[in-house]
């Protein structure tokens, strides 16, 4: 192929690719203004796979995701705190929430949790007290979710995978507190996302080594060294520590403040 006809075809790549997005805006337009239109007040879950296109979903995604990201940038500086809602971890995890939120808040982050109960109630609470931003990304579920009391700002959301968004784009570290399977969902999922670089590399804290190591050795020795399914490299994307102070240490040496 000589360079004419390389040239050509890259333009005539790039003019297709113009009318397909052209395209694409159009039909978007015109779901976004019907789905408006049809919003229903009773909204029932999404399947698995949707037979049609409902407009008025589309509508409801792309309005949590606005109004998402409006209020993630507002806030420089900001640590996500992850954790179990449930009461069930004992004080010392929840009091190392709270004390660590507080610090940090203090030093000028802004600290973003799911807004619920239980571990995310505890950061929440520890930046509302130390008069620090304190931000509450819930979701709405059948089984009613509350709002925690120490909350400075909040949103619920009505799809998991949007709320996900926000919280792996809100912040400039994330630390990870003892939880369940949505814990270990957000943990991967962040870690995924910096290892395939989808997002820039950021801090990843885990805190509790009693409840961290023995899924830690798992990774090295059946994941890494049974399965080579990872790099050596990827088990340096978090960093394991055991008390408020390593934290606080970790994170305000690792972030710009």
Request: with cysteine; charged share 25%.
């Amino acid at each position: 192929m000589t360079e004419d006809s390389t040239h050509s075809a890259s333009a005539a790549n790039a003019v297709a690719g113009n009318a397909k997005s052209n395209e694409t805006a159009e039909r978007l337009t015109k779901i976004v203004h019907e789905g408006h239109r049809t919003m229903p007040t009773e909204r029932p879950p999404l399947v698995c796979k949707p037979q049609k296109i409902e407009s008025w979903r589309v509508f409801k995604i792309m309005s949590e995701f606005i109004e998402g990201f409006d209020i993630i940038r507002r806030y420089g500086l900001a640590v996500s705190f992850f954790g179990s809602a449930r009461a069930t971890l004992g004080d010392n995890s929840y009091k190392n929430a709270e004390e660590l939120a507080g610090r940090l808040s203090k030093k000028g982050f802004a600290i973003v949790t799911g807004g619920s109960s239980g571990i995310m109630q505890a950061a929440n609470k520890g930046a509302f007290e130390a008069g620090g931003a304190s931000v509450g990304l819930n979701i709405n579920l059948s089984d009613a979710q509350h709002y925690n009391p120490y909350l400075t700002e909040k949103f619920g959301f009505d799809h998991f995978f949007v709320r996900k968004v926000m919280l792996t784009y809100a912040s400039e570290v994330y630390v990870y507190f003892p939880g369940g399977f949505g814990t270990l969902d957000e943990l991967f999922e962040i870690i995924t996302l910096v290892q395939t670089k989808k997002i820039r590399k950021v801090p990843i804290v885990l805190f509790g080594k009693d409840y961290w190591a023995p899924l830690l050795g798992f990774i090295e020795k059946t994941i890494y060294q049974d399965h080579a399914a990872i790099d050596k490299e990827d088990m340096e994307l978090y960093t394991l520590v055991d008390s408020v102070d390593e934290a606080y240490e970790f994170i305000t040496t690792n972030v710009s403040c």
